[in-house]
């Protein structure tokens, strides 16, 4: 895990946090501008408790890093349409009524959430930035420590997995001989079927004949009591 010393020097590495602008709130809240996006370098000083002075010297060192993380510097027709869309957001009270509006100015520059974050990996004379940075190393800590239980659990997982393959592999030829066996069993049961399904047409030709015969049995002991002579006459 990287250290708060690599953290303030290494430009990749503090692009790779940049995403975690909730820390910002977990430190201390930050007030926004109406547009609930941007503050202005008055409001970044106040959040560190450090002079504005000391964000200008930090944003003009790093200026191009700050651009890439939503940095604006508004002049001219921008920056009346963004005092104009403010005092919108205020429902056309005046300036004078909110002290967190920006004044006029000939230019002003804006921060994100992104910049402030940036900002705070970047100052070094401030409590609140440290405090920031250290909760960004402290949550990836937290992170890497489930990853690293996540990955322990799914070794395990691949571990057991292995040993069931092995285990399919070896009942493999079982279960193909089995399934010879049950092909076997399938073409003697279906024989067996044919003879039993000719015995039965077999034994119903049996009972036919035996009931003709009984027929003609019947027949002949009717003609032979026919021709048996009466009692004779005294």
Same mark, same amino acid.
């Given at each position: 895990m990287p250290t %708060?010393?690599?953290? /303030? %020097? =290494? @430009?990749?590495l503090r692009a790779e946090r940049m995403v975690r602008v909730d820390i910002l709130d977990k430190v201390k809240s930050l007030v926004m501008l109406p547009d609930g996006i941007h503050v202005r370098t008055e409001d970044v000083a106040r959040y560190f408790e450090v002079s504005t002075e000391v964000v200008k010297k930090v944003t003009q060192r790093h200026r191009a890093e700050m651009a890439e993380n939503g940095l604006l510097l508004l002049r001219g027709s921008e920056l009346r349409t963004f005092h104009r869309d403010m005092m919108s957001l205020w429902g056309g009270e005046g300036e004078a009524n909110h002290p967190s509006y920006p004044q006029a100015t000939a230019r002003l520059t /804006?921060?994100?959430?992104?910049?402030? /974050?940036?900002?705070a990996m970047l100052l070094r004379e401030s409590d609140i930035a440290r405090?920031? *940075?250290t909760y960004l190393l402290d949550?990836?800590? !937290?992170? *890497? %420590? @489930?990853? !690293? =239980?996540?990955d322990f659990r799914v070794t395990r997982i691949e571990s057991c997995l292995a040993g069931v393959g092995s285990a399919l592999q070896e009942l493999g030829p079982v279960l193909r001989r089995m399934s010879e066996r049950f092909d076997s069993l399938d073409r003697k049961l279906g024989v067996t079927h044919e003879v039993v399904g000719a015995? =039965?047409? *077999?034994l119903a030709d049996v009972a036919h004949d035996v009931r003709r015969v009984d027929a003609r049995l019947d027949d002949v002991a009717h003609r032979l009591r026919e021709l048996r002579p009466g009692p004779r006459e005294g």
């Open positions: %708060e010393v690599a953290l /303030l %020097e =290494s @430009r990749a /804006l921060y994100t959430r992104r910049t402030v /974050l940036n900002v405090c920031v *940075r949550a990836e800590g !937290d992170l *890497r %420590e @489930r990853y !690293d =239980s996540l015995m =039965s047409t *077999r």
